[in-house]
């Protein structure tokens, strides 16, 4: 019975991690030197970096789709879990601030002549310290309110984003205003395993908390006042959501800089896919998020090569109209 | 059984309820009744445990309702209150399943046959088979109320508290909302309903608990609770009382110009 209930979700949601998969193969032969697909199968079956295929595939392109996956599944589960908690389809995972937080530490760095290994470290920490700001200004009691949240986020985000803007007007080489909106524009360039291994091991730690409240979200899909009477700990609840979803947009912002909308717009499409029962949206989210951050990397590197253009810049340039169409689509019709 | 014991409760620093004792036994319906904003909800919140006392103490089966944690109080109580947010994107199976929420572990993601029992019956009891697979948001009012009873039900607990049941609902609807909740109490739970109509609470309730100048004013069998002088005192309005043979009694607010 209950099997059957949930059929449609299971399929939908193994339908997604195949079509993610098929996503990943593809995003490793696409790029400046294409490769065929049989190629870039027989490599991840029998890694060989004697030859160049291997070379360019291990050392450069499947790190890079790894980090791209995982920020896009990162964004994606951190902007459910936001979204589902303040019941609000307009919340965004940067909503704590940590990606201004992130950004003002970057452009400070920057423009103090930080070493570029260091900027990842550097934007998780104000990332974290940001989200936890934002947190200690939307505690009232031993609860968190949606609303201060909201405020104080917002509020945090206008404050360093002046912050980043006065760092750019007054750096004295150009070059130092081109890194920081280069960050600012989300770019994967240059990341490896290094950088992959870090971030996933804060993304990992987020994801296993996400997944663990996803029966409480499910609670607190009643509204607050409900889910307490069900006997959900609302606070408590609410805490480790957004240390969840801090952890997963810090990690994403460490590697990425600011790949905006990824959050905001792959709750939308995985109700439509899986409905919204949290424990299928949490983990569909991650597919999806994977699959539209990988392609929207893909193009990045292969649409005027050697160019390689911010993937934040190109998702919000054909995502949004795509996205636009998709919604309003079925309200026209 | 419920223990109320020099209940006060404040609403944004003001004092509204003062010196509220009441008690009700296993098996018995409570009927709250009172003027708009007198405190009724906040009452029935308080019993729930979802709202501090200013002052006194509530016990839920001999136990102290603020030293429970969330999921003992939910195991324990089944509050429905008729407003508040529609839960999104919810089936109405998904909304009586969420009555099962303090029975699951955190770690816990499928339900139980335990779960899906208690479900089950809850829809069968309520008789809203035919909704089971309906979209909760596009059912009507009445027949969300049933749902909401149908997770109290699921919920399986000692006590039900419901916060105008019948609102929005006609008069056979209201007739059927109130014989469930009647037949719950027959199987042993405790129930306490705030209601409007002083009618419905008269012949529904065992007990009639009657809020009015910020305290409880009386709390008796419906024929001992409607005296004219203090309903009129307490709506501010005439109210006319007709007692019949049978025993039960009548109220009626006296229109303009109109004899009693």
Known sequence: ?333 | MIHVQGVALAYGGCRILADVSLTVGDGELLAVVGPNGIGKSTLLRAIAGARAVAAGEITVDGQPIGSLGARARGRLIALIEADGPLPDHMTVNDVVAGGRLPYRPWWRWSSTPDDRRAVDAAIGLTEIAALRERPFAELSSGERQRVWIALAVAQDTRVLLLDEPTSHLDIRHTFDMLTLIRQLTAGGKSAVVVLHDLNVAAAFADRIALLGERTLLACDTPARVFEEQLLGRVYGIPIAVRREPDGSVLAFAVAPGRSR
Not at chain 1, 18 to 36: K, Q, R, S
Not at chain 1, 193 to 211: E, F, H, K, N, S
Not at chain 1, 276 to 283: I, V
């Open chain 1, 1 to 333: 019975m209950e099997l059957r209930r949930y059929r449609a979700p299971f399929v939908a949601l193994g339908a997604a991690a195949l079509v993610c998969a098929i996503v990943l193969v593809l995003g490793a032969a696409v790029g400046a030197v294409p490769f065929g697909f049989s190629i870039v199968l027989g490599q991840l079956v029998h890694p060989d970096v004697s030859t160049q295929a291997g070379r360019i595939l291990w050392d450069i392109r499947i790190p890079r789709i790894a980090i791209a996956a995982l920020v896009g599944a990162a964004l994606g589960m951190a902007g459910t879990l936001l979204q589902t908690m303040l019941r609000n389809p307009l919340v965004d995972p940067y909503l704590t601030g940590t990606s201004a937080g992130a950004a003002c530490a970057i452009a400070i760095g920057i423009a103090a002549g930080a070493d570029a290994s260091l900027l990842p470290l550097l934007a998780f920490i104000a990332a974290l310290a940001t989200a936890a700001l934002v947190a200690a200004l939307a505690r009232t009691g031993a609860g968190l309110s949606h609303e201060r949240l909201i405020l104080a986020g917002v509020s945090l985000s206008a404050l360093f984003a002046g912050v980043v803007t006065l760092v750019i007007l007054l750096s004295p080489r150009a070059g130092t205003a081109l890194s920081i909106l280069a960050w600012l524009g989300g770019s994967l360039a240059g990341r490896g395993w290094r950088d992959a291994r870090t971030a996933g091991i804060y993304a990992g730690c987020g994801a296993a908390l996400a997944l663990a409240l996803a029966p409480t979200l499910n609670g607190l899909r009643f509204g607050e006042a409900r889910a307490r009477a069900l006997g959900v700990d609302v606070d408590r609840a609410g805490w480790g959501i957004l240390a969840a979803a801090s952890l997963l947009t810090a990690a994403a912002v460490s590697v990425s800089g600011v790949v905006g909308f990824v959050g905001l717009i792959v709750p939308h499409i995985t109700r439509r896919i899986v409905g919204a029962d949290a424990r299928f949206t949490q983990l569909a989210s991650t597919f999806v998020g994977a699959m539209l951050v990988v392609v929207a990397d893909a193009v990045a590197r292969s649409i005027a090569p050697p160019l390689d253009l911010p993937v934040g810049v190109l998702i919000s340039m054909f995502g949004v109209p795509i996205f636009i169409f998709l919604a309003f689509r079925r309200r026209s019709t």
